[in-house]
């Protein structure tokens, strides 16, 4: 039975996602990607829901990678995977080591404008059913754009948690100010559905950083913590549980490059399917009520016009925020309460 139910869970996430949310349509050629840390029944079923359709899957396989992005691009196959990327309709990023703002995936968009690109990286069947389902696109959307139109009429963001969270920036209104509600049929840089994401102004970040979950750092589910004192927009120290600090600091110091340190990225978390924290990253970003950081490499396309160039990029969330724009409070420990957003919200997910 258990084996049953897996396959028809596949099944599911590999429809909404290529037939639902992408829109294969008949002899399109959709790229997906993975490595040998993905499940190759959920590869193979993502190419039948392509196949299904009267679409063209390209499976491709590549070694998995000692490192995210572009410290990993002496493991791939970089002109092969370079060309065949450069000339598909849609990639599906699987891999369990990212290529995401690697130069193959720099060049492909840079190459490819026609492109449809949505990355899940390792994330577990169940994990892709809890973010890719339950919620209707359209009513997303709403929320998704009133959020982004307040952030776009303020000029700093402060955001604060019980945790002792407590960080602002300035907005840059020639940055990015992005979003994602699961409608990927046209060209776009995609990631998974429900959050509102913001590329910070520049040396504008100040504050404490405290995570509840922080990639490669063992801070999620236990009593270690990290901070980060950030100033100006760079991480100026870590603070928290000694060994994991230590950890943490050899991790920034072993890429030998100060853009690591820098912010690079805040996305607000919307999904309506995910109410609680999991454990899985993908997922987490998306949380209901909170939010997302960013450190590293930034695209060109996110921060015009050269980007924020760095060897990695790294994620950490923090869990029922309060955020203020210019003052004005729009969630509460994770609750939007702002009258105009609290009806979207509430449309949503109920009251709550």
């Not at 019980?162 to 060209?187: E, H, K």
């Not at 100026?236 to 950890?247: A, L, R, S």
């Amino acid at each position: 039975m258990k084996t049953t139910n897996y396959h028809l869970e596949r099944t599911k996430v590999a429809k909404v996602i290529m037939q639902d949310m992408f829109k294969v349509q008949p002899g399109e050629s959709v790229a997906i990607t993975a490595d040998s840390g993905n499940d190759p029944e959920l590869m193979n079923a993502f190419a039948a829901a392509v196949y299904a359709v009267g679409g063209k899957p390209l499976l491709i396989w590549t070694p998995k990678a000692e490192q995210d992005g572009q410290a990993g691009m002496k493991d791939w196959p970089v002109a092969a995977l370079t060309g065949a990327l450069s000339n598909v309709d849609v990639w599906l990023e699987c891999n369990s080591t990212i290529l995401l703002y690697s130069d193959i995936w720099e060049n492909a968009f840079r190459n490819n404008k026609k492109l449809r690109y949505l990355i899940i990286a390792d994330s577990s069947v169940q994990s892709l059913l809890r973010t890719f389902t339950g919620y209707n696109v359209p009513d997303l959307s709403r929320m998704l754009n009133k959020v982004r139109d307040m952030v776009l009429n303020c000029k700093t963001v402060r955001i604060t948690s019980a945790n002792g969270t407590d960080v602002s920036y300035d907005i840059n209104l020639d940055y990015a100010f992005d979003l994602d509600d699961g409608d990927f049929s046209m060209p776009k840089f995609g990631t998974a559905p429900g959050y509102v994401n913001i590329v910070p102004k520049t040396g504008s970040m100040n504050g404490t950083i405290v995570f509840d979950l922080l990639m490669n750092a063992n801070v999620y589910g236990n009593d270690n913590t990290i901070a980060f004192i950030m100033k100006d927009g760079v991480i100026e120290d870590v603070t928290g549980t000694p060994k994991e600090v230590e950890n943490f600091i050899d991790y920034l110091a072993s890429f030998d490059d100060p853009n690591m340190y820098k912010i690079s990225h805040n996305m607000f978390g919307l999904n309506p399917s995910i109410r609680k924290m999991m454990g899985e990253v993908v997922e987490d970003e998306r949380v209901w009520g909170g939010v997302d950081f960013g450190f590293g490499h930034t695209s060109p396309m996110d921060m015009p016009p050269l980007g924020q160039v760095a060897k990695s990029h790294f994620d950490g969330i923090v869990d029922k925020v309060s955020i203020f724009l210019d003052n004005v409070q729009i969630v509460k420990e994770g609750v939007y309460i702002h009258p105009e957003l609290k009806p979207l919200a509430v449309k949503l997910i109920g009251n709550y």
